[in-house]
């Protein structure tokens, strides 16, 4: 069946470094693929997304690329600061709207 | 504009019992969610509905049934509860026909004796 794959489960980086986060699909008929932030006690929230016909989107520190050859896509935030700290889900879905996510990342961004 | 609410926030069942979570959207959606969050498990989808008049199962459906009552309402119901289903249940909405942003509800923190 679908499956989408996120990595890692943890990362744990300085203040003002770099986050990557990864995840690959299985349905190659997929062809959205949303990033969500859910901090402790939270609803998920949205905070990036990406349609198949583009392959990167920005917004400000964090950025979104895609590789359909590849069925994989990750998740860039820039500059980090302790309020990224969270944890980020990433999601695909094809035209029928059944959406699979990935198991999380926890993200702490060390002071 | 309240968004995607969810009732309760909190619920205590024994083993056995019945309940019915529920959802409303007022935001003129057509797709509904139930999701639920297990600790190092993500969301897994329990049921949706792609419109009014449709459901279909997920990932997890067993244990579960749903109705889409009108277009804004979405429930869950448990028709006889374990401890497996100790869970935080989440419903969601997405406008569809192009548009696949999803909304979350609070969610309900339900916990199976």
């Known amino acids: 069946g679908e499956n989408v794959e996120q990595h890692p489960s943890t990362l744990s980086v300085q203040e003002g470094d770099s986050a990557v986060i990864k995840c690959t699909y299985s349905?190659?008929?997929?062809?959205?693929f949303p990033w969500y932030k859910q901090e402790l006690g939270k609803r998920p929230q949205l905070i990036i997304d990406?349609?198949?016909?583009?392959g990167e989107k920005k917004d400000q520190r964090i950025a979104v690329t895609l590789n359909k050859t590849a069925k994989h896509f990750s998740l860039h935030i820039t500059e980090t600061q302790p309020e990224d700290s969270a944890v980020y889900f990433c999601?695909?879905?094809?035209?029928?709207?059944?959406?699979?996510f990935g198991t999380g990342t926890r993200l702490k961004v060390l002071a | 504009n309240a968004g995607v609410t969810q009732t309760p926030k909190f619920q205590v069942l024994k083993t056995g019992q019945s309940m019915t979570l529920q959802c409303a959207q007022d935001?003129?959606?057509?797709?509904m969610y139930w999701y639920r969050q297990d600790p190092g498990m993500g969301l897994r989808l329990i049921y949706y509905?792609?419109?009014?008049?449709?459901?279909d199962k997920g990932e997890v459906p067993n244990g579960y049934n749903v109705s889409r009552l009108n277009k804004r309402e979405f429930s869950l119901r448990l028709e006889s509860a374990a401890p497996s289903q100790t869970s935080v249940y989440f419903c969601?909405?997405?406008?569809?026909?192009?548009?696949?942003?999803?909304?979350f509800g609070p969610g309900t923190r339900l916990t199976v004796t």
């Open positions: 349905d190659s008929a997929s062809n959205y």
């Open positions: 969601a909405s997405i406008l569809g026909t192009g548009s696949y942003e999803q909304y």
């Open positions: 999601a695909a879905t094809s035209g029928t709207y059944k959406y699979i």
């Open positions: 509905s792609a419109s009014e008049g449709t459901t």
């Open positions: 990406i349609r198949s016909n583009v």
């Open positions: 935001m003129n959606h057509n797709s």
